[in-house]
């Protein structure tokens, strides 16, 4: 589960960081947008490789560390990010908040969250494919 919850965490850190650089990009939005979708094909691929570990257990706990791994980092990951900003925020002089640029931070958490939310759809779409291919050879015999 904190192998999955890791994956998750590593796909949040690599869409925030696709979508940090892409934001510098204002002649070459293709870059931009094979980049985003080469990371969820990398990341998904992640999420099926390490979520296949636990192909010995039954279904229904392989959905609950899925789900809880998921939720782990949806809820934990903007209380990593956000909570120092929020104290360093309340500290500073007024003048200075704008430099830690709040609102472009919960963008891009928002969005990376989002898109790894997506990434375990499609890598539990994928795991159920791949684990009725192999009950299906496995059901045709030699």
Known sequence: ????AAANVFGAVA???VYAAGS?????????IA???????GVTALWVYVEQWSRALEVI??????????LMVLIGLP?????????????LPP??????????VM???LVSLALVVATNIAGALVATGLGILRRWRAGRGP
């Open 35 to 41: 980049a985003v979708l080469l990371a969820f094909v």
């Open 107 to 109: 963008a891009l958490l």
């Open 24 to 32: 510098r990009l204002r002649d070459a939005p293709a870059v931009f």
């Open 15 to 17: 869409f925030a960081g």
């Open 79 to 91: 209380m990593v990010v956000l909570m120092p900003l929020f104290w360093l925020e309340s500290q």
């Open 1 to 4: 589960m904190l192998a999955l």
């Open 61 to 70: 706990r392989r959905i609950g560390r899925g789900v809880i791994a998921l």
């Open 95 to 104: 003048e200075a908040v704008p430099a830690l640029h709040l609102g472009s």
